[in-house]
């Protein structure tokens, strides 16, 4: 890993857990004493070398890492452009990502002397996550899903209660993700002595955007390593999807000072950016606002009333982003693309077909974005996608669009 | 500055301890559960016995409020209720009443949208007294909390049982108007559960500060009120009102008996208040 230097984009958050003017610590005063906590816990994990090595055997031995730079050479072939590679972060136990962060909480939380964890989750990768590391410790686990996501993500919910987790339906609002984390922050509210909660992805007050991002930023620094012995040198793009934006912050951190490296976020376009409460793109879609503890772009109305998302993929339907992001884009470092429902699925479809692999719908948004850019690249050029999920938990939602269609 | 003792609650407090007994603070959603309906609740509280109003502003996701203030304010947005609106509401109250303080609560969103500065003129100039914003700590005093301040609003803080002795300190700094003690770590509308351990808290407060200290969370009962004021200097309920606004709708709707419902709790519970020294 190179040196942060002193100016360095990847040196943030400052003190105050801002990125630029997002970020921050916007929470009831109950909860303010126990993030502080958190944060001087995390510090003091970091660099202890016991934690951290426990984290690496955890990362090789039960999550499978490194996960592989795959070189997708017949999807390359027919966007005729670009060389096309995955970073395959589906490969990881349990399917996606999501892991990596839950075994750096998990240890931090049992540091820590918690004893009951709390989660909130969309899709549900998250939550199988981090039932699956609550098994693993021997931890009681309470997952808060949305209503209407317990429903289109059955087979999830049926994983988590199989790893032992209770899964606590939330109806209040549209039954999504914002909704299960207002609950899991009211349950953090009234159990703030034993209970730990263990947010899945880089938003949130600080220090969770700051902490989330550095368990995520394996993909980035053993990409460096792969890319540099596949190829040498640097990929030309990277790009990767984006709902509260972890694993695209996970890719991105480690060459943000790398200039020649351009980067994109693929957000939930949906039905498209023209329909109020019709999509779930934050940032291309949204404006800043201040929500479930920080200053980030929202999807919200002109009155500050927050709107529901709305994306094929639960996994994206948030309505708000990891600060990070928000400030990676207003200073012009990253560039947020809106990918529409309908790009998604026919990115799906055309990876199953030409690489044998099922993306997850979240990670066919990144996909959708590297078949817009590739052929506007040169042959000996090289793009990487984070390929974040596994689709598996979505070929029942594919196959009703398809039907839908036919 | 905002303390000043010469500020509506201030002068309100002083009042009540005159008196020797607590202030009955009540809380509602503005707008709940619509328009007309809330502005009658609204202008007929101190005649029920409330000697200061917290007036919710409605958000789409409050994440310290238990279900009853959830519904109050999601019944409010949909009959159209904005911070607009709200501000409009105190204005109408002032021209009846000088005397009532008047809090506005809620989080900071809504009014970060509005735009702070506008939003803290047009509250002034409304008649508004004082803000109780559950999602700014004093780490992010320099958004409104100053500001308001400068304004010659109060800015009234939370405490809570895991707020130490340590920060204790930070939290008061820039608390003015009163102390609002959360007696327990949950959500609005929990169940209160010791009584002695809100004694202790609120003293220990006490020998930090000079301002009057009010509790709020899980009163629900006259006699909650009665033992809670028995320690503290002003005793806030507002779930089991908004609870009673609920209860007494037709089909989501006011009905003939919603704005007398409500007053009619107050009533008892200022009683229970009252009775609280005695």
Known sequence: ?????????????????????????????????????????????????EYVSQLDKLNRHYTGRPSPLYLAERLSEHLGGARVY??????????????????????????????RIIAETG???????????????????????????????????????LLGAKIVPVSAGAGTLKDAMNEALRDWVANVDDTYYLIGTAAGPHPYPEMVRDFQSVIGTELRRQFGEAEGGL????????????????????????????????????????????????????????????????????????????SISAGLDYPGVGPQHSYLKDIGRVEYVPITDEEALEAFRLCARLEGILPALESAHGLAQVIKLAPTMEKNQ??????????????????????DRS | MANDSDSRIARKFADCARADRPAFITFITAGDPDPETGQQIFEGLPAAGADLIELGMPFSDPMADGVAIQMAGQRALANGQTL????????????????????LMGYYNPIFIYGTEKF????????????IIVDLPPEEDEELCIPALEKGLNFIRLTTPTTDEKRLGQVLVNTSGFVYYVSMTGVTG??????????????????????PVAVGFGIKTARDARLIGHHADGVVVGSALVEAIAGSLNDGKAGPDTVSAIHDLARSLAGGVHDSRK
């Open chain 1, 1 to 49: 890993m190179n040196e942060v230097k002193a100016n360095s984009l990847r040196s943030g958050p400052d003190r105050r857990g801002r990125f630029g003017m997002f970020g921050g610590r916007f929470v009831a005063e109950t909860l303010m004493p126990l993030i502080k906590d958190l944060e001087k816990s995390y510090r003091e994990a970091k660099s202890d070398p």
């Open chain 1, 86 to 115: 995955f970073k395959r972060e589906e490969l990881n136990h349990t399917g996606s990502h999501k892991l990596n962060n839950c075994l750096g909480q998990i240890l931090l939380a049992r540091r820590m002397g918690k004893t």
């Open chain 1, 123 to 161: 899709a549900g990768q998250h939550g199988v996550a981090t039932a699956t590391v609550c098994a693993r410790f021997g931890l009681p686990c309470v997952i808060y899903m949305g209503k209407t996501d317990v429903e289109r993500q059955a087979p999830n919910v049926f994983r988590m209660e």
């Open chain 1, 235 to 310: 990929p030309d793009a990277l790009v990767a999807c984006i709902g509260g934006g972890s694993n695209a912050i996970g890719l991105f951190q480690e060459f943000l000072d790398d200039e020649q490296v351009k980067m994109y976020g693929a957000e939930a376009g949906g039905h498209g950016l023209d329909r109020e409460n019709g999509h779930a793109a934050s940032m291309t879609g949204g404006s800043p606002g201040v929500l479930h503890g920080n200053r980030t772009y929202l999807l919200q109305d002109e009155n500050g009333q927050i709107l529901e998302g709305h």
């Open chain 1, 382 to 403: 090289s793009i990487v996608l984070c390929l974040s999920g596994r689709g598996d938990k979505d070929v029942d939602t594919v196959s009703a669009h398809m039907k």
């Open chain 2, 84 to 103: 607009h609106r709200t501000l409009d509401m105190v204005k109408k109250f002032r021209e009846k009443d000088q005397e009532t303080p008047v809090i």
């Open chain 2, 120 to 131: 803290l003129s047009e509250a002034k100039k409304a008649g508004v007294d004082g803000l």
């Open chain 2, 190 to 211: 929990a169940d209160l559960s010791n009584h002695e351990a809100v004694g202790q808290a609120v003293a220990r407060i006490k020998a930090h500060t000079d301002l």
